[in-house]
Each structure stands twice: as C-alpha cells, then as structure tokens.
C-alpha cells in the first residue's frame, strides 16, 4: 500500500458516496452538494493518477494536474448556474422541490370528489 | 506502515467520513458546512499526493468561493419546512441505489488496484519544451502554453453560466445591480475583520499568481482569493456590487478571453499557428494573459457568488 493507493480509494469511495445522494437525497441543494462531493472525488482520481506519473524529477505528471485545475473551476461555474436556478424556483414557488408528487396528488384528489 | 502511509490512511478515513457526515445529516446548514471542511481536507489530500497547485485552487475555490455560494443558498431556503424527506425513494430504492454505488466503488477500488505498472505519464514531454516558455512551473506551462486552448474554453464556459446567472433575473431588475439575496446589515466586527484582511488578501492573491510562473500558484488560484476578498467587502457593506449594465464590468469579465484570442490571432501571423508564442516572446505574452485571466476569473467567480441582479438601478 502507497499513498496513491490509499487516496485512490478514498477517491472511489468518495465517488460511490456521491451518486449515492445523488440518487436518493429528494432536495435540490443536497443534490448539488452531492454532485461536489462525486466530483471531487472524480479529481482526486486525477491527482492519483498525476502521482503515480512521477517521472523526470518532477513529483507527478503536470498534464492531470492543469485538467483538475480547470476542471474545479467549471465544477464551481456549473455549481452557481445550479444555485441561481434552485433560488428563482424558490422565490418564484415558495419551495424548492423538483417533485410534483403533491401537487399531482391534490390533483387527483380534486377529481376523485 | 510508515508515518507518510499511517497519515494517508488518516486522512483519507477522515474525508470519508466527513463526506458521509455532509450527505447523511438532515440540516443543510450543517451539510454546507461539513462540505467547506471537506473542501479543505481534500487540499490536504492534495498536498499528499505533491500537486500543490491543485491544493490551492481546491482550497480557494472547493472551500471557499463554493462554500460562500452555498451557505448563502442555504441561508435564503432555510425558511422552508423540510418535510421532503419522508418522499425520498422507499428502502427498496435506497437499496438498490446503494448496491449500485457500492459496486461503483468496488471496481474503482479494483481499477486503483490494479494500474498500470510503472505508470503511464506525460511529464518527459511536458518539461522538453519548458525552457522555450520561459516559465519554471510545468502545471503552468501546461495551463498557458501546450493546452491553452483549454484555459481559453474554460473561460468562455465561465462566462457562460455567469450569462446564465443574470438571464435568471426579474426584467425590471434588468442592468441593476445582483444583491447576494437579501444581506443583513453588517455588525462592526465583519467590517473591521474586512478592512484587515482585504489589504493582505489583495497581496495574497497577487502574489499567488505571480509566484505561479515558476512556483505553485497561478492566475486560477491567484484569481479565486481575489474574488473572495471582493465578497467579504460587499457583505462588510464597504462596496456595492457593480451594476450588470456597466461596460467597465463588462470590460473586466471579457478582458481575459480578449487577450487570449488577441494573442492567439497573433500567433497565426508571427508564430507557428493559433495560440502559438513566437519565440523569446512567451513569457510576456503568457504574462500579459495572466494578468488579464486573474482579472477575469477574480471577477466572474465574485459575480457568480452574488447571483443575478436583484435590485434596479432607478430608486
């Protein structure tokens, strides 16, 4: 066992955390967290990977390095058009779920009587 | 075990357990906060594994410029009831889900396992031509030189969710100024802690993204601590945050893709293509750029934090 490794499966089972609340959490700003932490952990692979190219006197390999760079970046800019939409929903509903289960059901339930 | 390995495992127990403390507690603000924290073990992480331009981009833009997003996101639909929880999928659902995330994870586990030895690398090719680009920092060289087509694009995907940030705004709040939601009134300490920190920070950043040609750092970090000190001075109330109308605005946040595509079309003519320095030239051009970029990234990331314009211009 190296580092690497060790971070590498910290990475994996960051990523498995991460879809895991991606699927089953209902609130879209838990979903966003979730989202962060999957993608994080998706970077942390790179940096693995960047590690275990150490070569010509250089601690790791430079090209996974600048991908995760700009990769964070992106993340972020993806993260606050998410966060700009999950707040007019909330001005424009009161509310912030995606779901409209209950609205459904009320619905029915107005047809049923 | 050595001390480096026992520290490794160390760590990478605590990130787990921090993320499943971030996914698993049912207040969001609580959530938020355990996401900044995680943001910062993982720069941890990153240091671990000697990629210290990527720790401290992480620790800029993971922990802080996200965490600010989201606190204030959490802030703003705290008044909502959480009663979703009870419509999340049933245990059958959860189940599957969970065994799908474990498998997921059992093989990534498999593939770390079992990379390639001796590993795959491009860092020979990386450092051939450094000399040539003048800068001392390979990540650098990478950002700004043989990839730079990427650092370009990912400005216009910047720019991008920064337009459709605004295009989320009221029509009459239109050209107004973006508010941050509605801040409080800032308390006497904020303001102080501002006027402290701001100077430090400004030279922080500044610094982070000069020393970035030949030492860690670079205009993305550099340009993150920038954007949080310009934060922290509009939630001290010691500025307001520039109209979306104003052209010198438009000017900053354009300023680094203008630059990069001037010195690309340049290229065509005095070097060997698109984005191709001519030689003995690259460092002040990939200078030039840089300070532009920082410009640009330090300002997007600020404007993406105070979200779309709420507030119109005429009383």
Known sequence: MNVPTILGICAAGLIGLGLFSLIVEPQPLRKILAFNVLGNGVFLFFGVVARRGAAVGLFGDPIPQALVITGIVVGFSATALAVALLLRLFDETGSTSSRDDAQKESKSERADS | ?315
């Open chain 2, 1 to 315: 075990m050595t001390i480096g390995v026992g520290f490794s495992v160390a760590l990478g127990l605590l990130i787990l357990a921090v993320a499943v403390f971030t996914i698993g507690t049912r207040d969001s603000f609580a959530a938020v906060v355990a996401f900044v924290v995680y943001g910062l073990l993982l720069s941890l992480g990153w240091m671990n594994l000697y990629c210290p331009d990527v720790a401290l981009t992480e620790a800029a833009v993971g922990g802080g410029v996200t965490g600010a997003l989201l606190l204030n996101a959490c802030a703003r639909v705290r008044s909502e009831k959480t009663s979703d929880f009870k419509k999340s999928p049933r245990w059958i659902g959860r189940g599957m889900a969970g065994l799908l995330c474990l498998a997921l994870s059992s093989g990534l586990v498999a593939v770390v396992i079992l990379l390639p030895n001796p590993a795959p690398t491009l860092a020979p090719e990386a450092t051939r031509s450094l000399s040539a680009t003048g800068l001392g920092n390979p990540v650098t060289a990478v950002l700004m030189a043989y990839r730079a087509l990427d650092t370009m694009l990912e400005k216009v995907v910047l720019l991008l969710a920064l337009v459709g940030v605004w295009s989320l705004a009221s029509d009459r709040f239109w050209g107004g100024r973006a508010t941050f939601g509605h801040l409080p009134e800032p308390d006497r300490p904020l303001i102080f802690l501002t006027r402290v920190l701001a100077p430090v920070g400004i030279i922080a950043g500044i610094y982070l993204f000069w020393v970035g040609a030949d030492a860690p750092g670079g205009a993305f970090a550099g340009g993150a601590i920038l954007s949080a000190i310009w934060i922290l001075v509009f939630f001290a109330g010691l500025s307001v945050v520039p109209a979306v109308g104003s052209l010198g605005l438009r000017i900053v946040l354009s300023i680094g893709i203008i630059f990069f595509l001037a010195a690309g079309v340049a290229g065509i003519s005095m070097a060997a293509g698109f984005l191709a320095y001519p030689e003995g030239f690259a460092k002040p051009i990939i200078v030039v750029i840089e300070v532009a970029m920082t410009l640009s990234i330090g300002a997007t990331l600020g404007l993406l934090v105070a979200g779309p314009p709420g507030q119109s211009l005429k009383p």
